[in-house]
C-alpha cells in the first residue's frame, strides 16, 4: 500500500478550478512533485519543490502544501488536462513513493 | 533535447530474466542519479530501483530486493536493470527516469517512454 492517499478520481467543469490533494506524514518534510499522465504515454513532471513548473508547462498549473498534505491546483481546467495525476514523495525510509493516482476528468 | 531511451523489454517465462537498458541523450548523464519506475497494466507508478551518479549509493523496493540490479555505465551514457526470478506481478511498463533534487524535494524529470515487459508462460 502506498504512503501517499490521493483521492482516484476528480472531476472539474470545463474553465473551472480543481485541486488535487496527497496526503502523507513524508509531506511534512518533503514537497510533493506530481506528475501528469495521459493514455498510452509516459508521465511527465508538472509542479515539483514548493512550487515549481518545468519549462512548457501552463502557468494554470500551481502547488502548495500545508502540514501532511500536498495540493495541486488547476485554474481555469482545460479539456486537454483530462488525465491521471500522482504525487511522489519520500517513504518512511527516504525512499521515493508515488501516491495511487487521480483520475481527472473534465466535463 | 534531453531525451532517455529505455529498450529490452518483451516476453519471458516466470523464472526467466531479462535485461532493460536506457539510453541517456542531451544532458551530463554522469551528473545524475537515475531510476526505474513500473507501472502495472491499468495499475499505478511503482518506484523499483535508483542508482547514484557515481553508483555509490543503490536502492531497491522491497518487491524486487534480491532479483533485480540496477547498474550504469557513465562513459556509454547508459542505465541498465537487471530482472532474475520474474513473477507475473512483474508484469509492468519499465520507465526511466532522471532524478533531481533541490532543497527538502527530488523530482524525476525526463521520464523514457517505456518498455514492456510480460512475464507470462
Known amino acids: 500500500s502506498s504512503e501517499l492517499t490521493q483521492d482516484p478520481a476528480v472531476s472539474v467543469a470545463l474553465g473551472q478550478t480543481v485541486r488535487i490533494t496527497c496526503q502523507g506524514d513524508?509531506?511534512?518534510?518533503?514537497?510533493a512533485s506530481w506528475y501528469q499522465q495521459k493514455p498510452g504515454q509516459a508521465p511527465v513532471l508538472v509542479i515539483y519543490g514548493k512550487n515549481n513548473r518545468p519549462s512548457g508547462i501552463p502557468d494554470r498549473f500551481s502547488g502548495s502544501s500545508s502540514g501532511n498534505t500536498a495540493s495541486l491546483t488547476i485554474t481555469g481546467a482545460q479539456a486537454e488536462d483530462e488525465a491521471d495525476y500522482y504525487c511522489n514523495s519520500r517513504d518512511s525510509s527516504g525512499n521515493p513513493v508515488f501516491g495511487g493516482g487521480t483520475k481527472l476528468t473534465v466535463l | 533535447e534531453v531525451q532517455l531511451v529505455e529498450s529490452g523489454g518483451g516476453l519471458v517465462k516466470p523464472g526467466g530474466s531479462l535485461r532493460l537498458s536506457c539510453a541517456a541523450s542531451g544532458f551530463t548523464f554522469s551528473s545524475y542519479s537515475m531510476n526505474w519506475v513500473r507501472q502495472a497494466p491499468g495499475k499505478g507508478l511503482e518506484w523499483v530501483s535508483s542508482i547514484s551518479s557515481s553508483s555509490s549509493y543503490i536502492y531497491y523496493a522491497d518487491s524486487v530486493k534480491g532479483r533485480f540490479t540496477i547498474s550504469r555505465d557513465n562513459a556509454k551514457n547508459s542505465l541498465y536493470l537487471q530482472m532474475n526470478s520474474l513473477r507475473a506481478e512483474d508484469t509492468a511498463v519499465y520507465y526511466c527516469?532522471?532524478?533531481?533534487?533541490?532543497?527538502?524535494?527530488?523530482?524525476?524529470?525526463?521520464w523514457g517512454q517505456g518498455t514492456l515487459v510480460t512475464v507470462s508462460s
Open positions: 527516469a532522471r532524478d533531481s533534487s533541490g532543497w527538502q524535494a527530488n523530482w524525476f524529470d525526463p
Open positions: 513524508s509531506l511534512r518534510s518533503y514537497y
